[in-house]
Nanobody, 128 residues
Framework: QVQLVESGGGLVQAGGSLRLSCAASGRPFSMYAMGWFRQAPGNERDFVAAISVSGDSTNYADSVKGRFTISRDNAKSTVYLDMNSLKTKDTAVYYC?????????????????????WGQGTQVTVYT
């Protein structure tokens, strides 16, 4: 399985921006469908964004559509989540997830069950 390490979280004022990164190692990154999920205190983990193996297909939760952008750089084995116009309700631990295309089909999936590799998470806190 691929190993995933998130970075880029932190404290940001409402309306600000952050870029999260998820670096993959251990397996050819270009064969993995990737996703971002988040979990706020007391809540279940929710889907945020996903990107296909090719990068041609993306998927977003309604709550972040138009504010967040997912992208991938296969040469750097990294997936990014650019977050703009941040709101206090975006405060959560953000997790990167992956699933090899052989098993997942390689699409941009919303379902947590489609992924079997997870990072340790990075905290994002948005304040007013």
């Amino acid at each position: 399985q691929v190993q995933l390490v998130e970075s880029g979280g932190g404290l940001v004022q409402a309306g600000g921006s952050l870029r999260l990164s998820c670096a993959a190692s251990g397996r050819p990154f270009s064969m993995y469908a990737m996703g971002w999920f988040r979990q706020a205190p007391g809540n279940e983990r929710d889907f945020v964004a996903a990107i296909s193996v090719s990068g041609d297909s993306t998927n977003y939760a309604d709550s972040v559509k138009g504010r967040f952008t997912i992208s991938r750089d296969n040469a750097k084995s990294t997936v990014y989540l650019d977050m703009n116009s941040l709101k206090t309700k975006d405060t959560a631990v953000y997790y990167c997830a992956a699933r090899h295309a052989y098993y997942s089909g390689g699409g941009a999936y919303r379902a947590e069950s489609k992924y079997d590799c997870w990072g340790q998470g990075t905290q994002v806190t948005v304040y007013t």
